[in-house]
């Protein structure tokens, strides 16, 4: 027998955005997006050219943590989930970003522990997520805020249909 309290509508990306880094630290989508969150089909959105990134986390609504990189090697890396705002109209409003876990890196900017996934609202559709390393350099940086090609700043962007268990690093 079917039991109604305990099913819930599926969240899930539809098809891939095709999410790439913009110029500075800008975010760019290739095609336009559908989605389904909690059952329920949301409005498609459209790509995205050299869009702005939320400065704040979704989660928290503070600033995104700071990524300390040490000049001798080593430094530090978590993983961004973007996703789509149930209900949000078209455009970059409607994307919001949450941080994982901060995680120590080796010399060779590899993650002692890998970084776990940030908890996700009810209300968001996950997209994809970016794994960001700072490592080898004597600075910091801020996601949304520090440009994509500083030296030392690398990332990489996994699209997802359904976030998995935990993210892939390596």
């Given at each position: 027998?079917?039991?109604?309290?305990?099913q819930?509508?599926?969240?899930?990306?539809?098809?891939?955005?095709?999410?790439?880094?913009?110029t500075?630290?800008?975010?760019?989508?290739?095609?336009t997006?559908?989605?389904?969150?909690?059952?329920?089909?949301?409005?498609?959105?459209?790509?995205?050219?050299?869009a702005?990134?939320?400065?704040?986390?979704?989660?928290t609504?503070?600033?995104?943590?700071?990524?300390?990189?040490?000049?001798?090697?080593?430094?530090q890396?978590?993983?961004?989930?973007?996703?789509?705002?149930?209900?949000g109209?078209?455009?970059?409003?409607?994307?919001?970003?949450?941080?994982?876990?901060?995680?120590?890196?080796?010399?060779?900017g590899?993650?002692?522990?890998?970084?776990?996934f940030?908890?996700?609202?009810?209300?968001?559709?996950?997209?994809?997520?970016?794994?960001?390393?700072?490592y080898?350099?004597?600075?910091?940086k801020?996601?949304a805020?520090?440009?994509?090609?500083?030296?030392?700043?690398?990332?990489?962007?996994?699209?997802?249909?359904?976030?998995?268990?935990?993210?892939?690093v390596?």
């Amino acid at each position: 027998m079917f039991d109604q309290s305990t099913q819930r509508g599926i969240t899930i990306a539809l098809n891939k955005p095709a999410l790439v880094t913009g110029t500075g630290h800008s975010i760019t989508t290739t095609v336009t997006s559908s989605h389904v969150c909690n059952g329920k089909y949301q409005t498609p959105q459209t790509a995205l050219t050299n869009a702005t990134l939320p400065t704040t986390d979704y989660n928290t609504g503070l600033a995104f943590k700071n990524l300390v990189g040490v000049a001798s090697g080593g430094g530090q890396g978590t993983v961004v989930v973007y996703g789509y705002l149930e209900g949000g109209a078209d455009g970059i409003a409607s994307v919001k970003c949450m941080m994982g876990s901060v995680e120590a890196l080796d010399a060779a900017g590899n993650f002692l522990r890998p970084p776990q996934f940030p908890a996700i609202p009810d209300n968001v559709c996950p997209f994809a997520y970016q794994v960001l390393k700072h490592y080898g350099q004597g600075t910091t940086k801020v996601f949304a805020t520090n440009d994509w090609a500083d030296s030392g700043f690398t990332n990489a962007i996994v699209h997802v249909a359904q976030l998995p268990i935990a993210p892939q690093v390596a």
